[in-house]
């Protein structure tokens, strides 16, 4: 019995260096330098996007509820079979976006801020002061969010109150990356495929559903 608490808790503690590892990949890459000049992927409709800065507040929040909150919510509420599809498909779309940030970098040149709110000092310093313009498509905010709205979604019924707020929450980074123009609406797009496809192979690969398989 020992051995498989042991074992357990190595899978468990594996999944969570697997993620600090995703999010470490995606922070290298945002360092990174290329000899070509990245594509910029600008619509028209994203040249009528304003910055709005509040957006700051949820968008700097993202990681912190992405990588610890939600996975450990999954594992406590859902158990460890929803624990595993949260984590590994974190692990997995990452994986996805780190493909894309090779081959095909895209960058999003940066807006002026002229205001002087607490909002615009947090997005010109905190924000632009840490990440280059890079990692546009997809969006690594987006992917994030929707892997841990489905995983809430799906444990919704055991705590409806923390998974609602968590859930809404989530659903303001997705427009926050355009407000803040860190992102594009494509940039979006991209995120919503890879965290789909991402979390529903992961539920099809470990959780077995419909196959009768344990």
Known sequence: MKKVVTKQNLQVWSVFIGIVLA???????????????PLIMKGWLD???????IFVIPYLSFHLLAALVVPLLSLKIGG???????????????LCLDVAYTFFQTQ??????????AFDWLLVHVVYGNDKT?????????????ISIIALWRIRSR???TTWILMIWFVLILPATVFLHQHYLIDIYGGLFVGFTAYWSCVFVIEKPMLGLE
């Open 23 to 37: 999010f470490v990949s995606y922070e290298l890459f945002n360092k990174a330098s290329y000899s070509y000049s």
């Open 159 to 161: 705590a409806p109150r």
């Open 134 to 146: 890079l990692n546009g498509f997809p969006s690594n905010h987006v992917t994030w969010s929707v």
């Open 47 to 53: 040249a009528k996007i304003p910055v709005i800065s």
């Open 80 to 94: 460890r079979k929803a624990f595993f599809v949260n984590g590994i498909a974190i692990i997995a779309g990452q």
């Open 108 to 117: 999003v040149p940066r807006t002026p801020i002229a205001g002087n709110s």
